[in-house]
Structures are given as structure tokens and as C-alpha cells.
């Protein structure tokens, strides 16, 4: 099975950068996937690291490490509508490549 | 393009009762899934599919059934409801497993079981 962990809930100031860390453990990785969810809405797709390193996305940047297990995404010049879940989920090459979902990180964004 | 459609948004079940969600997709995805959410619990996998007339069970598979007769359709039964179904319900479809495409999601059906 896989297990992953990510903080409950994160607290930061409009305007500055925050890092949402995720840890897993799973045989056969496959890739890491980074989603936002707004409160009542569906996630949407962020991001996807399979090799190792930094992957830049405007504001957003997700980072892999393989060997360490860990991943984060860093997003910065926060605005209030980065309030929001972030999820992280890991593929493997077991159970037909269906991700599994972490807990989600919940991001309050205040002035 | 519509992307995921599921149909309830809403839904209010007497326990006992059945029912299905439906979901369509229209993008040509191969792989398509059904998630649960509840509060502190994250998404977790109920049933998933890999292409037409495939299935297979997720993490919380019990008092749920699907099909995949066709490409576009992945309904979720429920057989006889109850409380514990209480949760919002995701479809997902992605083109395939292994690249990195996301999975695009529904808007959701919000389900209570009285």
C-alpha cells in the first residue's frame, strides 16, 4: 500500500511564499501529482514530478525527491484567492497506476 | 467541451434505498474513477476503470457497484444506502495511467443518507 502525509493546515500573509511539504512511502513510484481544491468545488490539476528536481509553474513550483520520499509546492506572491486544500497524490506501478490521494493541506491565506 | 458531468449535484437518500451516479465524460479518456471525500479522510478510490468493460475494486469498494459499458459512462450504484455513504462523491477520467496527465474531475454529487 502507500502512505502519504502532509501538514492538516497552513496559516500564511497575502504577498509572501509558502511551502506545502508531502512525504510518502510506496513501492514502484510512478509519479506525484499536486492539486487545489477550493472549498465546495472539484480539485484541479496542479502539477506532476516523476524525476527528481524542481518543476516551475508561474506562481507554483513542485519539488521531487525519489530517494527521500518527499515532495513540496511552493507557491509564491500569495494572493486570498490561494486559500484553498492542496492535495497530494502518488502513482505507482501496482494497482493499474490509479493514484492514491494524501489528506490534503488546508491553506489560509489572510491579509 | 464538457469535460466530467455527474448528475445528482445534490441527493438525499432513505437508508435502505438505491440509486446511481452518473458520469459522463466526453474528452475520449481511457481511465475513469469514482472517489469519495469526506471531512479529514481526503479522497479515497471506490471503483475504477481502465477502459471499456474493465473494473476494478479501490480502497472502499463495499455497498457499490460499477460498469463500464462504454467509453464515455461510468455510473456508481449504490446498493442499499446507508448512513455511513453519507459524503461528497468525485468522477475522475484521465487518457491514461502512465504519463502525466491529471485526472480531470467532476463537479461532484453531495449524497446524504438519512
Known amino acids: 500500500g502507500q502512505n502519504i502525509d502532509q501538514p492538516t493546515e497552513m496559516t500564511a500573509t497575502e504577498g509572501a511564499i509558502v511551502q506545502i511539504n508531502c512525504t510518502y512511502q510506496?513501492?514502484?513510484?510512478?509519479?506525484l501529482f499536486w492539486y487545489q481544491q477550493h472549498a465546495g468545488e472539484a480539485p484541479t490539476f496542479l502539477s506532476y514530478?516523476?524525476?527528481?528536481g524542481l518543476e516551475e509553474k508561474g506562481r507554483f513550483s513542485s519539488f521531487l525527491s525519489r530517494s527521500k520520499g518527499y515532495s513540496y509546492l511552493l507557491l509564491k506572491e500569495l494572493q486570498m484567492k490561494d486559500s484553498a486544500s492542496y492535495l497530494c497524490?502518488?502513482?505507482?506501478?501496482?494497482?493499474?497506476?490509479?493514484?492514491?490521494f494524501g489528506r490534503g493541506t488546508s491553506l489560509i491565506v489572510h491579509p | 467541451n464538457a469535460g466530467v458531468t455527474q448528475t445528482p449535484k445534490f441527493q438525499v437518500l432513505k437508508t435502505g434505498q438505491s440509486m446511481t451516479l452518473q458520469c459522463a465524460q466526453d474528452?475520449?479518456?481511457?481511465?475513469m474513477s469514482w472517489y469519495r471525500q469526506d471531512p479529514g479522510m481526503g479522497l479515497r478510490l471506490i471503483h475504477y476503470?481502465?477502459?471499456?468493460?474493465?473494473?476494478d475494486q479501490g480502497e472502499v469498494p463495499n455497498g457499490y457497484n460499477v460498469s463500464r459499458s462504454t467509453t464515455e459512462d461510468f455510473p456508481l450504484r449504490l446498493l442499499s444506502a446507508a448512513p455511513s455513504q453519507t459524503s461528497v462523491y468525485f468522477c475522475?477520467?484521465?487518457?491514461?495511467?502512465?504519463?502525466?496527465?491529471?485526472?480531470?474531475f467532476g463537479s461532484g454529487t453531495r449524497l446524504t443518507v438519512v
Open positions: 475522475a477520467s484521465s487518457y491514461s495511467g502512465r504519463e502525466n496527465y491529471g485526472y480531470t
Open positions: 510506496t513501492s514502484g513510484f510512478n509519479g
Open positions: 514530478n516523476v524525476l527528481d
Open positions: 497524490a502518488v502513482r505507482s506501478r501496482g494497482g493499474s497506476y490509479i493514484p492514491t
Open positions: 474528452m475520449n479518456h481511457e481511465y
Open positions: 476503470s481502465v477502459g471499456a468493460g474493465i473494473t
